[in-house]
Nanobody, 121 residues
């Protein structure tokens, strides 16, 4: 099983990015898919998650700016990031395979390699 994250880059504050994560090796139709991020010197933190039926969960710090979506036919999960702030700078990781507690990293069985988002002020 592999999760391949893409879409990161350097963007000015206030800009937008769209992160994508493609899964291969198995389908994740019945599991929760999520995004986490890790800034330099900080712990990995929850960003957003989406359940099998489309229920969404967001960290308070990203509500209203980030939108998570999934495409079960393509086995992908996406994260639309708008109104970027310098504090959004981090490596973003996609995760799959959770059934409960979407905010906890330990709930997920599979992780992508991460994609770097750098926001310049």
């Amino acid at each position: 099983v592999q999760l391949q994250a893409s879409g990161g880059g350097l963007v000015q504050a206030g800009g937008s990015l769209r992160l994508s994560c493609a899964a291969s090796g198995r389908t994740f139709i019945r599991t929760i898919l999520g995004w986490f991020r890790q800034a330099p010197g900080k712990d990995r933190e929850f960003v957003a998650a989406i359940g099998p039926a489309g229920s969404t969960y967001y960290a308070d710090s990203v509500k209203g700016r980030f939108t998570i979506s999934r495409d079960n036919a393509k086995n992908t999960v996406n994260l639309q990031i708008n109104s970027l702030k310098s504090e959004d700078t981090a490596v973003y990781y996609c995760a799959a395979g959770a059934s409960v507690l979407p905010q906890r990293p330990t709930s997920y069985a599979y992780w992508g390699q991460g994609t770097l988002v750098t926001v310049s002020s």
